[in-house]
Each structure stands twice: as structure tokens, then as C-alpha cells.
């Protein structure tokens, strides 16, 4: 949690500091973000961020944290489940979720970094995130899950890799460095989703039917 001097820099400055440290975190795993570097790039002394974060951990669990909450309330607001296919609902719920990570491929870098975390404590963070994720599936999914740990990733990885074969085009590092969002045409983006979901669809009830 951020220290209360933190919420007293002025809006303008407090987004400037957020954005430079999803930048350090997003080019880099966490082991080589650095806060020498961010500091650099703010143009600020060192200390401040100690005025604002007790440390680096402290301060990647709050960057962490505020993009999952984002994206969970965004999801929370516009795919709710009301009973319909839940492969039709999964569809909807990729669509909303890839939409975000073009709106800020910055978090969507930082959470691919975090799920390939192998020490703790970043790894104990990725797992809550994974958690979160899985019993929003879960929940609708009634059973199709079943002992298929495969699928079980795909289902959780699967707005992540989606992100990854759009942006193979696209230049991450200029558009985080600029803050432009990623743009494509809706009816390019849902056919995307759509045969994604309905790949996972037949392996899933292959799997389950076998």
C-alpha cells in the first residue's frame, strides 16, 4: 500500500510516476526493473519513490494490483453471466479483456512478465491473479473442466496469447512509450476472439465427452 504522501502529489504528477513505473516493470522482468532507472526517467532523486513506496516490491505489488482491479471491474460491468452458452459468454468475456490490453498494452506486458515468475513472492502474486481469473471460469463453466490441466491453461492464458498473436504487428515498446492506444476495426477483433473460443470449444468437449 502506498504511503500517504503518495495520494497527495497532484494528479498530473502522481499519473507521470504511474505511467514511468508500468514502463520499468513491463520492459522488464522484476528482478531487472530498477528504481535507479525509473528515477532517471522521471527526473526526480531517488528518494522520493521511498516517500511514496516502502521498496520495489511494495511498489509492483500496487501496479499489479491496480491493473487487475481495473480489468476485474471492467469484466464485473460488462460480462456479467445470465445463464447463456458459456462458450458464448467466454467469447464476449476475451473480446472485453483483449479490448483492454490494446486500451494498455502496458498492463497486459506486465502481467505476461508476472506469469512466467518462478520466486516468490512475485510468484505467490501471479498465483492470486491466476485464482482470481480461473473462478470467474470456473464459476460458469459447470464442470467442463473437468481433469484437463492443459485446457486449464489455455482457458487462463487465453486473452494473453491472443494479445501476443495481435501485437506480433505491432510495436509495444513505441505505443507504451507514446501512451497511444491500440486501435483495430471491432469486426477484425471479434473474429479473432470468435475462433479463438471456438477452438477451446471442441477441445474442451472432445475432453470432456471422450
Excluded at 511514496?52 to 464485473?76: G, I, M, R, T
Aim: with cysteine; glycine share 4%; charged share 25%.
Amino acid at each position: 500500500m502506498p504511503k500517504p504522501t503518495f495520494f497527495k502529489l497532484a494528479d498530473s504528477k502522481r499519473k507521470q510516476f504511474l505511467l514511468e513505473a508500468y514502463k520499468e516493470f513491463s520492459y522488464n522482468a522484476y528482478e531487472g526493473a530498477s528504481i535507479t532507472s525509473l528515477v532517471k526517467s522521471l527526473g526526480i532523486a531517488k528518494g522520493s519513490v521511498y516517500q511514496y513506496f516502502s521498496d520495489k516490491e511494495e511498489l509492483y505489488h500496487y501496479l499489479v494490483n491496480e491493473a487487475n482491479k481495473q480489468l476485474s471491474q471492467l469484466l464485473d460491468k460488462a460480462c456479467n453471466y445470465n445463464g447463456e452458452d458459456f462458450f458464448e459468454w467466454y467469447n464476449k468475456l476475451l473480446l472485453v479483456e483483449v479490448k483492454f490490453y490494446l486500451s494498455f498494452p502496458q498492463y497486459a506486458l506486465l502481467f505476461q512478465k508476472l506469469l512466467a515468475e518462478s520466486a516468490n513472492p512475485q510468484r505467490a502474486l501471479a498465483q492470486e491473479i491466476e485464482e482470481t481469473w480461473m473462478s470467474r471460469i470456473s464459476a460458469n463453466l459447470h464442470g467442463s473442466l473437468n481433469d484437463s490441466p492443459i485446457n486449464d491453461i489455455l482457458l487462463l492464458r487465453s486473452p494473453l496469447l491472443i494479445f501476443e498473436l495481435l501485437t506480433v504487428k505491432l510495436n509495444l515498446n513505441k505505443l507504451i512509450e507514446s501512451g497511444d492506444r491500440v486501435l483495430l476495426e471491432s469486426n477484425e477483433l471479434v473474429a479473432i476472439c470468435s475462433a479463438w473460443a471456438n477452438k477451446l470449444s471442441k477441445g474442451l468437449l472432445v475432453k470432456q465427452y471422450r
